[in-house]
Every structure is written in structure tokens, then in C-alpha cells.
């Protein structure tokens, strides 16, 4: 009898499957799995079987080992609607979307009614990042009013990348009323707010987000980012921070306070906080560029240090590149037309505009065929401008670096200009790639690359002197004459001399505060201690923080200024109004060791000579390269005493300082600085060079 009874339990029974499911519905998948076992054991249900043993291995995190037993249940019975969607959803988990989606389909081709295999249908198109197929399954769920609470996230996030924003803002505020504390929702509708009416609308959506959910860090990046954009530097540095306290080891938001901190004012610590970054996130060369880009502002870094910190980003991320560059098949003959290819951010209301436009305009087309690249967030007016000078416009907005390659690559792009260098939003990786076998990098980056991937950096004598320690990756090709050309904005004519009225000097800087540094303020107070009763006026978007505020004038009281004497001005940005106020100054102040390009351009267009200081490397001889295109050369400094004597000798003849102030825009007109045709045939002319140059190596 003991045997038998022994026999009896361990026997498997017909009801296992049935037991197995009660025990699934409980939560108890293991129970529930082994049940599963014995009846298979017995040969009883065996398809149904497997597919509630996959089943609860896609619940229990095991979906990979759960797909030959679904694959298995699916092709024992290829009609059961269980056994295609178990299957669906194990391919789901296994990221494999789109047999997720094939999965899916077949079971909605079997029963179109099924509602789960819509749902599932469209959430595997979204992983698909399918948004306009998962739009329209989730639309169709909705008009059966069969939307899910877990619906309505990803249908809205399906609007907002086909541009539907005001679409997913009534999607999302309909789900808000159902769900008012979900943190995620309120974080889309500020992104889908900040498209549709505006930065204040999108701030409050995200600050429900984070009081919802402190750590939801893309909240606080977005929110600090729309702060630094539109110019409240001192919120974007405070969220930054808040955000540091919610969660110091998420690394992305050191980006953030890097670019707030620079914004005022404070390049050393920017710098910093974008070293913690890379030093514990290697890979990141976006942070890397940030990292390598805002060194240049640094007054205490070497041309040596600026080098080696270039060099570190080639070979940390470019360098490995090498290995993958194509053979390049162009036809290596020295006169046909070539086709050359501009890679930019910036084609966009951005100041690389107002030195490309000429260039653009003025190409020879006998000789070129022009392709632009275009990384742009979103358009604008002075796109369409830039579009109609350019034979091949391509959106490559959303590309990724690889896929960009491989297209310029397809293209058959001769010459390859870079025009952002480390900047933000570059195309760098896609140099490193080697699209093109002839590459350049010229106007958007003050500087080495550090690319050994590009052949040529763009310049001039004034830039790049012989002589010069600034170190190179590429090999410089100065061209004869000014390698800028200034395409002159719409702007009222210049005032009266300031000073005429004042009875004193005005002195005054535009640039942006991270170029404001120690050293930079040591030279002005050396130009106002020159000039008594002189004083400075300060302009900047950013002077309304009162952080920004404080440091730069801490920065005047070390530099030993008399703080009475310097006055800030909120900066415009309007474009009409920012030239306007020009008519504020009687002479511009350079900063340093990062001058300004477009800043000096500017203030000599609107009738405002600028004093500068030439150093050692690029980003400090702007000024220098810009004034002696104008035949201004004795306004740019040698040395810190100089500055100061220049400053007094300008301010001191006031009758000399009216008159070039009433002639320099025509000087300016006059001069190689805004001379677009010989530009573009300098220009030409160096590519022309360095294509016969590549076609020489090729025959060796």
C-alpha cells in the first residue's frame, strides 16, 4: 500500500496545467513553472504548456531562454493567438522589436479585436522608434477609449517626435487629470510646452516633475538648459546645483553646471566640473569637447597645455577611428570640378553666419560643386538665406556620426570643411572617420582640433605667425590675406562720439562673460588708470545674474579698478538693438587670451575702434588678425603696458578718435575684411592646392 501511494502522488495529473495557471495568477511562478514541467512530463497539453512556462520565464526575467520553448508552442500550434503573443512579448523583452511587431501583427491578422495585441503592438513600434506607426495604433486604441494608464506616456511621446506637440499637450493634460502626481507626464509636457507655447510654460511643467520625483534628472537638465539659454545663468548654475544634491553620481548634470559656470564668468571651475565628468566617463567626447573647448578661456594654460589637451581627446576618441577609414576612389585628377562639403551647426541666425555667407555667395560654380551638411536643431530665416546659395543642402539633423560618415562618404565629397571644431553639437567623430580623403577645419573653433583625421587647418599671418608655439595636429595653410570675411548686418549708422557729451572716455566690452578673464580685467583697469574719469561699460545677456554680477567685479577689485567707474548693461537679443547699443562706448576692449571675432567685427562696423592684445595662440590673435585687415595694426598690443598706452593715446585726441569713429564702416567696406569675391577666390585657390596636393600623393 505504500508503494502505491507513493506512486500515486509523484504521478504526474491531468489537472497539473490547470494548477499551474491557478498558481501563475497567484504569483507563485515558481510553483507555477514546475507544475508546467510535469505536465509536460505527461505529454498533456504540451503547447499550451509551453507557452505558460514562457511565459512566466518573460515575467521572471529569463525571456531569452523562454523563446525556443514559444517558438516551439507557436509552431505546434501556428494559430494559437496565446502562443504568437507569448512569443510577441518574449521578443518584446529581448529588445528584438521588430519580430515583436511580426508577432503582433499575426495575431491581430488572426483577431483584429484583440486589444493587449494592439497595445503590444504599438509599444514594440516604439522601441522600433516607429513613431508614426505606433502613433497610429495608439490613436486607434484611443478612440476605442481602450487607452491603459501605461498608454498614454508613449503615445504622446509617438506625437512629439513627429512634431505633433500640441497634439501630445492635450493628450497629456487629458492623463493629468487621471494621474496629477506623474512625474514622467509632467517632464514630456514640458518638453512638448517649450514647442508649442514657450520656455515659462515649459518651466513650471518641469518643476512639477522634479516635486514629483526629485530624482528625475532629465527634468533638471532640461530646466537648467532653458535657464542658460535664456540667459539666466544664475537659475541655470542654481538648478544645477539642486540638481547635484538630489544625486551627485549622475554624471550629466556636471555638464550643465559647467556650461552655467562658464556663462558667469567662472571658466576655472566650468573647466572642472567638465574634468569630473570625463575623468569618471572616459568615453563621453561630447563632455571631452566641452572639456577641451572651454580650456581655450583658461589665462594660466600654455599653447603647449592647450595642445596636449586636444591631442588627448584624438586619442582617447579619434585615434581608434583610423582603423575603419575607407579607401577613398575620388578621380585624382588636379583641375576638375571638385565637390566640396561644409559640415555646421551653426547655418542658422548664429555669428559663423556673417563669415560664411560670402564665401557661399561668391563660389566659383565652374569649378565647385557645393554640398552643405546641416546639424541643426531648428531653422530659421537666415537658413533659408544660406540654402539658396548651396547646390546640395542636407538635413542630417538626428544622424548619427557613423551614418553621417558614410553618407558624405557616398556622396563623393572631395574636400571636407569642418566648421564647429569643438563647439557644441560637432560633427568631430564624423572627421574622425575620414569621409573625404581631403579634410579642413577652418572658422567655428579657435585653433588645433587635435585631429590627426583632418589634413588642413584654414588661416593667416595674423593668426598663425611664423614663429608662432601654438602647436598643430593639422598642417596650417595661411592664406595670403585676412581668413575671415565679414558679411555686414543691417544696422543703423553709427552715433556721435560719446565722449562729446559725456566729457569723458566710455570704454566698453560685449563679449560674452566666459571670456572675461583675470588676466583680460587686468588690462582693462591698465586702460582706465590710463584714462582719468574714464569708465567701463560692461554688456552682456547674462550681467542680470547677480552671481555673474559679483564675480566679475571681484575680478575688477583684484585687478586693483576703481568700482565706481564700471557700469553694467543688460545685453539684447535683438539683433538691431544689440548693434545700437555701440552708440553707448567710444572705444571697445578686447578680451583675452579668447578674443572676440564677431564682438570686434561689430563694434568697427558700427564706428568703434577696438584695442587688443595678440598672445600666443589663435583664439588670442582674432583681434589682431580682424584689425590689421582694417589697417588698424597699431591698435593691437604687444604687452600689457602697451594696452594701457594705447587706450590713453586713443582717448587722449578726441578730435582723431570722431573722425575714425565717422569713417570706419566705409574703411571697414573698403578693406579684405568684407572683400567676399577675393575671399572667395583665396579661398578656392587654397583648395585647389590641397587637392592637387592629395592627387600628387596618390600618383607617388
Known sequence: MT?????????????????????????????????CRESLGAGHAVAESLVLLGSIGTLTGAAKESLPLLKLAASLAPKNISAINALGLAHKATSNYAQACSCFEQVLALSPDQTEALRNLAHSQIGQKNWQKAQAVFAKLY?????????????????????RNADAVVLLSQFLKIDPENADTWYMLGMCLYHTQGALASIEAYKKSIKYNPKKHEAYINLAAIYQKHANTGMA??????????????LPFQVNYGLALAALGKSHEAVEAFKRYIDAAPGSYRCHSNYVFY??????????????????????????????????????????????????????????????????????RSAFEIHAYANLERTDSITEKLKAEIEVWHDVEGMSETELARTIYKDGIDILIDLAGHTARNSLITFACKPAPVQV???????????????????????????????????????????????????????????????????????NFAKISDAAVRLWAAALNAVPRSKFLLKSRDIGSQEAHDAILDRFRRAGADLSRIVFANGSERQAQHLSQYGLIDIALDTFPYGGMTTT????????????MAGDRTSARYGASVLNAVGLGELVADSPERFGEIAAELATNIDELEKLRSGLRT???????????????????????????????RQG
Not at 478612440?143 to 512634431?163: N, R
Not at 588627448?312 to 576638375?336: C, G, I, T, Y
Not at 598642417?475 to 553709427?494: I, K, W
Not at 569675391?677 to 592646392?689: H, L, P, S
Request: proline share 7%; charged share 20%; aromatic share 12%.
Open 3 to 35: 508503494s502505491l501511494s507513493y506512486a500515486s502522488a509523484t504521478m504526474p495529473s491531468a489537472d497539473s496545467l490547470a494548477e499551474a495557471k491557478m498558481l501563475f495568477k497567484a504569483g507563485r511562478y515558481t510553483e507555477a513553472a514546475a507544475r
Open 143 to 163: 478612440q476605442q477609449k481602450k487607452l491603459s494608464g501605461k498608454d498614454w506616456l508613449p503615445y504622446a511621446t509617438s506625437l512629439h517626435h513627429l512634431k
Open 237 to 250: 548654475a542654481q538648478i544645477s546645483r539642486q540638481a547635484l544634491e538630489a544625486d551627485e553620481r549622475y
Open 295 to 364: 580650456s581655450q578661456y583658461l589665462d594660466y594654460a600654455s599653447a603647449k597645455d592647450i595642445y596636449h589637451r586636444h591631442n588627448e581627446w584624438n586619442l582617447r576618441h579619434a585615434q581608434p577611428l583610423q582603423r575603419v577609414w575607407p579607401k577613398h576612389s575620388n578621380d585624382p585628377s588636379p583641375e576638375r570640378r571638385l565637390r566640396i562639403g561644409y559640415v555646421s551647426p551653426d547655418f542658422r541666425a548664429h555669428s559663423c553666419s556673417w563669415f560664411i555667407m560670402d564665401l557661399l555667395a561668391h563660389h566659383d
Open 441 to 511: 577645419t577652418w572658422l567655428g573653433y579657435p585653433g588645433t582640433t587635435g585631429l590627426t583625421a583632418i589634413d588642413y587647418r584654414l588661416s593667416d599671418p595674423w593668426l598663425t605667425p611664423d614663429g608662432t608655439p601654438e602647436i598643430f595636429s593639422e598642417t596650417v595653410y595661411n592664406l595670403p590675406r585676412v581668413s575671415h570675411c565679414f558679411r555686414a548686418p543691417d544696422a543703423p549708422e553709427a552715433t556721435a562720439l560719446p565722449a562729446r557729451e559725456n566729457e569723458f572716455i566710455t570704454f566698453g566690452s560685449f563679449n
Open 601 to 612: 567685427c561689430e563694434a568697427l562696423w558700427m564706428g568703434v575702434p577696438v584695442i587688443t
Open 667 to 697: 574703411r571697414m567696406a573698403a578693406s579684405p575684411l568684407c572683400d567676399g569675391i577675393g575671399f572667395a577666390r583665396a579661398v578656392e585657390d587654397a583648395y585647389r592646392d590641397m587637392w592637387t596636393r592629395w592627387c600628387q600623393s
